[in-house]
């Protein structure tokens, strides 16, 4: 391949490379919210689930202390 095709190709790759990292880049500034409100869901949720183990836990108790349990 002669060298002036070898040099346009490079700056071709190079300028597609350069579009990929921008891309990458504002995919990731779109991404890291979602990925910040899925942490805080989560950690809703698993204090949720504390909560309901806890009543169960309370209910299975206080029933187990009753004249029927």
């Known amino acids: 391949m002669p060298r002036g095709e070898l040099e346009d190709k490079v700056k071709r ?3 597609e ?3 990929l990292k921008e ?6 500034n779109k991404c890291q919210p979602m990925e910040k409100e899925l942490k805080r869901m989560s950690k809703e949720i698993a204090g949720h ?3 309901f183990r806890k009543a169960v ?3 299975i ?3 187990s ?3 029927e349990g």
């Open 13 to 15: 790759l190079g300028a």
């Open 17 to 19: 490379n350069a579009q």
């Open 23 to 28: 891309a990458k880049k504002e995919a990731n």
């Open 49 to 51: 689930e504390e909560a």
């Open 57 to 59: 836990e309370k209910a």
């Open 61 to 63: 108790h206080d029933f």
């Open 65 to 67: 202390h009753t004249d």
